[in-house]
């Protein structure tokens, strides 16, 4: 018997011609995930922080306009696919002075979009559905029109390719829903955060910190979507009723 296997890959990223990290990977969209990290970890704001992009075997290599410090002080990272490794800790921004979600444009989403969202979502994995070795991620407007999707064998890495392929797409954020398959860890919600996406959706569970880092940014956090319910568990007022 034949059995399909997910491939791992590893590539090296250079930002300023310093080693920033290397990320364990599905090698595909690599662009889109480079951009995606980097606006989902607040290394930049705009796409137009990017001077240039190269990618070559193994390696990306990013020029900003700017300079950071984003790791310059710290050794290499190894970015891994699960939670709470590699990429570190919550960005110490998020706790301190969080990005804004609150002050994003109000926006709403219907029950049955969000129901709908988790279903595209996992209709979309085919990957999944022929290995069992990824998780996925979509955003979608207020209508449930799906703008991006992405599979990664990292939930954070799926969230970060669907945030280069909107962003690059010139989505804009502040009036999306973004669904992933994952735990929505205080990281998961903290790469939204960053970006004001104000509302979050999963068919798995939420943690304690991912709840305190929705209600502290103003994000609406919904867990255990999964057949025709879901719970909420901060910031309901973005869900119609």
Not at 105 to 134: C, H, K, W, Y
Not at 140 to 160: M, P, Q, T, V
Request: with cysteine; hydrophobic share 40%; proline share 4%.
């Amino acid at each position: 018997m034949k059995d399909e296997v997910i491939v791992e890959s590893t590539i090296e990223l250079h930002i300023n011609d310093e080693h920033y990290a290397a990320f364990l990977f599905s090698p595909s969209d690599v662009k889109e995930l480079v951009v995606g990290h980097l606006l989902s970890e607040g290394i930049i704001e705009s796409l137009l922080e990017i001077k240039s992009l190269e990618i070559s075997k193994g390696s990306v290599d990013v020029l900003l306009t700017k300079e950071t410090s984003s790791r310059s002080s710290m050794a290499p990272q190894l970015i891994r696919t699960e939670c709470g490794s590699g990429a570190g800790s919550i960005p110490p921004r998020l706790w301190m002075k969080p990005r804004g979600v609150k002050d994003a444009v109000s926006v709403r989403f219907s029950p049955e979009i969000i129901i709908e969202s988790v279903r595209t979502l996992n209709s979309s994995a085919d990957v999944f559905r022929r290995t069992g070795g990824t998780h996925a991620s979509a955003l979608f407007d207020e209508s449930g029109k799906a703008l991006a999707f992405s599979e990664d064998i990292g939930r954070h890495n799926a969230i970060d390719k669907v945030v280069g392929k909107a962003a690059l797409k010139g989505v804009d954020f502040k009036r999306t829903l973004l669904a992933s398959t994952g735990r929505l860890t205080s990281e998961m919600v903290a790469k939204a955060a960053q970006l004001a996406i104000p509302l979050i959706v999963s068919m798995s569970a939420p943690t304690d910190k991912g709840i305190k880092m929705a209600e502290m940014t103003g994000l609406t956090l919904i867990g255990f979507a999964r057949g025709k319910r879901f719970n909420v568990y901060s910031h309901p007022e973005r869900v119609e009723r």
